[in-house]
């Protein structure tokens, strides 16, 4: 049997819409958002259906409702039989995906993971907020290039760096408003393309250190048990199992680059020979594909 990696997808990911045909068809799917409208307070499972987008598309919006969604599915493709649980070797998700990946390996509960995720994007929503700021994707370009441009662009004292290093020619770079609008003018002059994405804030600079301890005092008390398989951080892009180091890394995510295009080398690398991209929207996968166009990866969609 094919050794096997989850993947999880992070915020951008969601749509108004989502979920609502599998929650239709799946009792398990149904009750985690029952469950979840007893955390939250609200009926998440009407906003993905109804919207409006701009409330959806809110951090403190978006990061559940895509959390839920993609365990909705990822349950529900268990119980329809799945992939047998000794093959998935390992599993990973996109910044707000790391969560849900720790939860669907058990590290902790749905309802303990929810309210950590509730916590996150109410934290991330306001400390971007506080100060003026973006992200926006730099395309075509290498590393080096896109370091170039990003310090060019970055001037006396405006935050401004890769945060999201996704795939080759594609990385997303996070600040100050001022050093995004002046990043993306430098870009259209020279013939670069750009793509701002609709995100609240700088998310994965140092713009979310208010984020970052108010996370901190959300995970203090809650326990973390190993989880059934490692999950790999977008921090360090290695595969963890130990809870404190698990709870260190989850604090230091919100401000730490993603470096994604490494933890799907490492993957391959690890001898996955399959992988599936579980929840909402299919951007995981032409991401891995960027990677290794000949690795093979399955879409179960929320």
Known sequence: MPRTALLFPGQGAQYVGMAVELVQRSRVAEALFDQARGVLGYDLLRLCR????????????????????SLAAYAHWRQEG???????????????????????????????????????????????????????SVLGLEVAEVEELVAEARGGNQVLQIANYLCPGNLVVSGSQVAVERLEQLATARGIRTVRLAVAGAFHTPLMQPAEARLAAALAPLPIQPPR??????????????????????????????????????????????????????VLAGLLKRVNRKAEVINIPA
């Open 50 to 69: 109804e919207g409006p987008a701009e409330r959806l598309n809110a951090t403190d919006v978006s990061q559940p409702a895509i959390f839920v969604s």
């Open 82 to 136: 799945g992939e047998a649980a000794e093959t998935i070797v390992a599993a990973a998700g996109l910044s707000l995906g790391e969560y849900t990946a720790l939860t669907a390996a058990g590290a902790w509960s749905f309802a303990e993971g929810l309210r950590l995720v509730q916590a996150r994007g109410q934290a991330m929503q306001a400390a971007a907020e506080a100060a003026p700021s973006g992200m926006v």
């Open 229 to 282: 398989f490692p999950v790999w951080s977008n921090v360090d892009a290695q595969p963890h199992t130990d809870p404190a180091q698990i709870r260190s890394l989850l604090i230091r995510q919100v401000t730490a680059p993603v470096r994604w295009e490494e933890t799907l080398r490492g993957l391959l690398a690890s001898g996955v020979e399959r992988f599936y991209e579980i929840g909402p929207g299919r």
